[in-house]
């Protein structure tokens, strides 16, 4: 599941006020907590499905943490071939139909679940209790307290506080996106030999740091509340002709990616399209720096990815007021 920390190869101290985590539950925050541990914690490998806009896959994952290092390999066992191995959140190879366009970041934005953040933007709560993969589980929920994010049912196992089931869904309570484990093993840590990437696995080239250099040129105008501004970055599109600037928000669980582009004298079509919680906004906007195309993509509604990417300036424009 992209939206939380656990699954990242698919999927600071922060304030919150107490009046508005009013209508959270303190048990389903102590659950979070034992979910944010479990990554850095507990070695597992199991099967699970994965379902998105109607459409399902099977996947093989092997998780271990040792000596404070996380590796971890993932398989696609049904449709095309698929296979990632990541190390400390590194992605070392790739296999099948990811290994175009993709690169890997020294310095890679981690993912951190903070239940305190998160009680701001969302209402916490335990819903009851479930069985999953032959697994007792207790149901966490995350309400959001406004249109511009979706809303999360989390079948948490009571033992290790691994998510056994993830389901997102829209405000209108449909089934956005499905993470659900069939096989969980956490007795023992996964092999040498069961980490070991097969020989179709690509090794993927690390980005130079001056390739990944802070993007500074562009601001939004308008963000939804909470989301915050972790990381940018200035690159070239894959012809080399153009330079793209990216910014990454975050809110604690969600997040969303700006991509600006300045255009030439080539045209370039308005964009608007989803798939399952991932959405595409692409605008043509005109700016003292010229004509530029900006896209928003992120699991946020589709709604909310237009006004932000309408809402982009570069840096030298004067704030909106």
Known sequence: ???LPLIPLLLGGWLSL??????????????LKKLAQAEQQQSYQGTFVYERNGSFSTHDIWHRVQDGKVSERLLQLDGSAQEV?????????VSGTLVPGVSNSPESTARVL??????????????????VA??????VTLSPRDQHRYAFELHLDRQTGLPLKSLMLDDKGRLLERFQFTRLQTAQAPTDDELKASDLCKPVTQVAEQATQPATG???DWLPPGFELIDSSIHKDPQGKNTVSNLMYDDGLARFSVFVEALGTGSAADIRTQLGPTVAVSRRLTTPKGEVMVTVVG??????????ALS???QDTQAQK
């Open 312 to 314: 982009m300036r570069s």
């Open 218 to 220: 562009w601001r939004s």
């Open 85 to 93: 191995v990541r190390v400390d959140g590194h992605t070392q190879c």
């Open 299 to 308: 699991e946020i509604p589709i709604g909310t990815a237009e006004r932000i």
């Open 1 to 3: 599941m992209r939206a």
């Open 18 to 31: 107490p009046a508005l985590a009013a209508n959270s539950s303190p048990q389903a925050s102590d659950w």
């Open 114 to 131: 903070d239940p305190l953040k998160l009680m701001s933007w969302y209402d916490l709560g335990v819903a009851g209790k479930s069985r």
């Open 134 to 139: 032959d697994r007792e589980a207790v149901i």
